[in-house]
Nanobody
Framework: QVQLVESGGGLVQPGGSLRLSCAASGRFFRINAMGWYRQAPGKWRELVAT???????NYADFVKGRFTISRDNAKNTVYLQMNSLKPEDTAVYYC??????????????WGQGTQVTVSS
């Protein structure tokens, strides 16, 4: 069974930085796109950034210039470097990955979520 395990959330002051990590474990053929989403209280889950297996990246407008997504394919890990954090970035951040199984079927998986709180 494939699992996504996130780490790196926490409490940070406005203007500060955090780095989130998400590692995939288990047996699979390969991982296609990986990404980060977030959900604030009372709001829908929204896309933050994605990274393709070929290195292509995509960002939501509200994080452009502040957040950077990267991945280490050898470690099956995706990172989200978050700089210049704002109180409105407070949310639970979820990792997502499109995982191709040994049988060559593709399934979208979610991590358990990690809380990011930006407050003074």
């Amino acid at each position: 069974q494939v699992q996504l395990v996130e780490s790196g959330g926490g409490l940070v002051q406005p203007g500060g930085s955090l780095r989130l990590s998400c590692a995939a474990s288990g047996r699979f053929f390969r991982i296609n796109a990986m990404g980060w989403y977030r959900q604030a209280p009372g709001k829908w889950r929204e896309l933050v950034a994605t990274a393709g297996s070929d290195g292509t990246t995509n960002y939501a407008d509200f994080v452009k210039g502040r957040f950077t997504i990267s991945r280490d394919n050898a470690k099956n890990t995706v990172y989200l470097q978050m700089n210049s954090l704002k109180p409105e970035d407070t949310a639970v951040y979820y990792c997502n990955a499109d995982v191709m199984s040994i049988a060559r079927t593709v399934e979208g998986l979610w991590g358990q979520g990690t809380q990011v709180t930006v407050s003074s």
